[in-house]
Every structure is written in structure tokens, then in C-alpha cells.
């Protein structure tokens, strides 16, 4: 069962609509991820907190922005979605003790 | 160039038998490698955790082999099922003490009956 959860699955939306990308974990972790991932490329680091109010841009230039106001939730947002967007998004989490991460299963985004 | 390369891109093979995949990093200075394998739509979920001291460690049928002085990594997967058709994705660790971690763009695996 899955201890990171990312909603929607699949999102199609018109361009220059404003969507957020839920991603919560109930493992307690402080460290949280936003990747973007194209098919048959590698992940790339968009966003990343360290802890509550803590907010970083990644490797990967991203018009979106994130938000951590509390532990378990991570939600990235697009306040106006381009068809350049349409990817898939991948949230993960860790903790201090762990080296790798946990992800979520994703969200496939279509902007048309 | 991405710091972890991984071969071949893709890969088909019949059902039941071997394969290995390959992952070459550059990544300095390493702290772990991890393979993870990622179905269709799905987030990563991982397979195996090396550390430098270690050469070879196994998860079931998936056997993952290091060689830190070459910086190379292999993962072997022995008597292939169809559930093994996925991507596998090489990641390297960087330093200690953060999560500086290098994806490789993995390798497509079908396995066909």
C-alpha cells in the first residue's frame, strides 16, 4: 500500500487554466520532491522542502510553484498551464535515516 | 552529458529468460547506487540499495552488481516473467549528509511471451 499519494492520476486540461497537484505522505518524512519526467528521459529535480515553510527550486527551470504549510502535504501548482507542461509529475518523499526515496505514482498531465 | 548513463535504451526478450542491464555514472563523490523499477504510469519503487564496500547484492530474481573503481553497475534479471516488463532506472547519490540524487533516462524492458 502506498505511503505517498498524488491526485489526480491523469489530468487533461485547456491551455491557461490554473491547476494544483496534490501530493500528501503519512510517513512523517521532512524531505519532499517534485519531479518532472518525460518519456524515456531522465527525472528532473523541479521543486524540493526540507520541512514545513522550507521551499527550493530544483535543477529544472519550472513555472510552477509549491507550497509546505504543513508535513504531510506538498501541492505544486500552475497558475496558467501550457501544452510545453504536458509531462509526467512525480512526487516523492525522505527522511533523514533513509537514502533513497519513496514516490508517489505520479500524475499524467495533458494540456491542449 | 547526464552524469549516469544507462544501456541499452530498450530492450526485448522472451519470457523465462535473462537479461542484464547496464548503468556507467560519473557521479563524484558517490554515496549510493540504487535501481528502481518503474511501471507504466506508475512512480519508481525500488529495487536494490548498493553502497560503495559492496559488489553484489540480490532482490528475488534481480542480482545488482558495483564496481566503484570503474563506476559501473549492472542489473541481471534471471528466468524473466511478464511483470518484469517495466523501466529500470539507475540513480546515483552525491555526497553524504543530502539527497543530491542523478537519474539515469533507464532502459525500457518488454518481455514477451
Known amino acids: 500500500e502506498a505511503d505517498i499519494y498524488q491526485t489526480p492520476r491523469y489530468l487533461v486540461i485547456g491551455t491557461g487554466k490554473k491547476i494544483t497537484l496534490e501530493c500528501s505522505q503519512t510517513?512523517?518524512?521532512?524531505?519532499m520532491y517534485w519531479y518532472q519526467q518525460d518519456p524515456g528521459m531522465e527525472l528532473h529535480l523541479i521543486h524540493y522542502?526540507?520541512?514545513?515553510?522550507?521551499?527550493e527550486k530544483g535543477d529544472l527551470s519550472s513555472e510552477s510553484t509549491v507550497s509546505r504549510i504543513r508535513t504531510e502535504h506538498f501541492p505544486l501548482t500552475l497558475e496558467s498551464a501550457r501544452p510545453s507542461h504536458t509531462s509526467q509529475y512525480l512526487c516523492?518523499?525522505?527522511?533523514?535515516?533513509?537514502?533513497?526515496?519513496?514516490f508517489g505514482s505520479g500524475t499524467r498531465l495533458t494540456v491542449v | 552529458k547526464n552524469q549516469v548513463e544507462q544501456s541499452p535504451q530498450s530492450l526485448i526478450i522472451l519470457e523465462g529468460k535473462n537479461c542484464t542491464l547496464q548503468?556507467?555514472?560519473?557521479?563524484?563523490?558517490?554515496?549510493?547506487l540504487r535501481w528502481y523499477k518503474q511501471d507504466t504510469g506508475r512512480g519508481p519503487v525500488s529495487l536494490t540499495i548498493?553502497?560503495?564496500?559492496?559488489n553484489t547484492k540480490s532482490n528475488g530474481r534481480y542480482t545488482a552488481t558495483l564496481d566503484a573503481d570503474t563506476k559501473q553497475s549492472s542489473l541481471h534479471i534471471t528466468a524473466s516473467q511478464l511483470s518484469d516488463s517495466a523501466s529500470y532506472i539507475c540513480v546515483v547519490r552525491r555526497g553524504v549528509g543530502n539527497n543530491d540524487m542523478r537519474f539515469g533516462a533507464g532502459t525500457r524492458l518488454t518481455v514477451k511471451p
Open positions: 510517513m512523517g518524512h521532512d524531505k
Open positions: 548498493m553502497t560503495f564496500s559492496e
Open positions: 548503468c556507467n555514472y560519473t557521479v563524484s563523490p558517490f554515496s549510493n
Open positions: 522542502s526540507y520541512g514545513v515553510n522550507s521551499t
Open positions: 516523492a518523499s525522505s527522511s533523514p535515516e533513509m537514502t533513497g526515496y519513496t
